[in-house]
């Protein structure tokens, strides 16, 4: 199977300590993608990483792409108690059908206490 | 406000009751996707529709039966459902195919419980 999947299961940190999830998956990609999901609503897509890249930034966050292991990561600094969601990674694959071909991991569980 | 409108948000069914689950988007694009979120599993893919097409059917039970009138709108209609179908059904949303390396666009869901 194609699934990505997360590590750690579930995290518990501080206030202003940086969190890391990591991701992997078994197959060549497309491009992977990280999602946030607070409790009960819907997922939010974070940052997406084209296979061709092995480092994007936005805000806060920081995800590296290695492709040679199959893995990715999801650095968030600073953390804040409004970081505490789900986050999913999501893998989508070169297919020759014309939909896309998103799958996603169990995912991780953040906790960040006050 | 996430461009994507799932209603209803709650939805409680006997076995034996038929409902419909709808989703709207207002983002301009041309697939549309129904997913299922169940506690402590994956999200499962379980229909997706581009250009009001279905391309893919991950062998989902015909009690779920999807409808895609146009690129705006999604319906999910159910049918003599099992306790075990009680879940969080999400809409999602993209602009196709994979060579745009688009992101999915989320609904908040709706929350089903089969009693």
């Known amino acids: 199977s194609q699934q990505g999947e997360e590590d750690p299961q579930a995290l518990s940190i501080q206030e202003g300590e940086n969190a890391t999830m990591n991701c992997s998956y078994k197959?060549?990609?497309?491009?992977l993608q990280w999602y946030r999901q607070n409790s009960g609503r819907g997922l939010v897509h974070l940052i997406l990483i084209r296979s061709n890249e092995r480092e994007k930034h936005s805000g806060r966050l920081r995800v590296t792409l290695d492709t040679s292991k199959k893995s990715s990561s999801l650095l968030i600094t600073a953390s804040r108690a409004a970081d505490t969601a789900s986050y999913f990674c999501a893998t989508d694959w070169p297919d020759d059908n014309y939909g896309q071909n998103f799958v996603f991991g169990p995912g991780t569980r953040l906790s960040v206490l006050p | 406000e996430t461009g994507v409108t799932q209603t209803p948000r709650h939805l409680v069914m006997g076995m034996t009751n038929k409902k419909s689950l709808k989703c709207e988007q207002h983002l301009g694009h041309n697939a549309m996707y129904w997913y299922k979120q169940s506690a402590k599993k994956p999200l499962e893919l379980m229909f997706v529709y581009s250009l009001e097409e279905r391309v893919e059917n991950n062998s989902v039970p015909s009690r779920f039966s999807p409808e895609c009138p146009n690129s705006s709108h999604l319906f999910l209609h159910l049918h003599t459902l099992q306790p075990e179908d009680s879940a969080l059904y999400l809409c999602?949303?993209?602009?196709?195919?994979?060579?745009?390396?688009?992101?999915?666009?989320f609904g908040n869901g709706t929350r089903l419980t089969v009693t």
């Open positions: 999602a949303s993209s602009q196709d195919g994979a060579r745009y390396n688009s992101p999915l666009h």
């Open positions: 197959t060549s990609i497309n491009n």
